[in-house]
Nanobody, 115 residues
Framework: QVQLVESGGGLVQPGGSLRLSCAASGRIFSNALMGWYRQAPGKQRELVANIINGLMPVYADSVKGRFFISRDNAKNTLYLQMNSLKPDDTAVYYC?????????WGQGTQVTVSS
């Protein structure tokens, strides 16, 4: 069983920064594909960024140059550094991991960008 717990969301003004964290527990493989997704009201869940050991991270075009994904395998923790935030970044952000062909999701953390 795999569990993911996100933290770090909140309310931030446009142009501000936040760092999300995702703590993973259970049967975690250090080379598993991990990523961040987001879902805004009335919209489908979309990929923000993902990362796997040995390959360059993948980013959605809308966040390239502003968001940065990283992982600490020793701590089984995934991060998302979000800079230059815009109102369009407002959404619930979800952590995801693919283990043995199965997707696992966290409960989500709300990010609101507003003045």
């Amino acid at each position: 069983q795999v569990q993911l717990v996100e933290s770090g969301g909140g309310l931030v003004q446009p142009g501000g920064s936040l760092r999300l964290s995702c703590a993973a527990s259970g049967r975690i493989f250090s080379n598993a594909l991990m990523g961040w997704y987001r879902q805004a009201p009335g919209k489908q869940r979309e990929l923000v960024a993902n990362i796997i050991n040995g390959l360059m991270p993948v980013y959605a075009d809308s966040v390239k140059g502003r968001f940065f994904i990283s992982r600490d395998n020793a701590k089984n923790t995934l991060y998302l550094q979000m800079n230059s935030l815009k109102p369009d970044d407002t959404a619930v952000y979800y952590c995801n991991i693919l283990v043995a062909g199965r997707d696992y999701w966290g409960q989500g953390t709300q990010v609101t960008v507003s003045s």
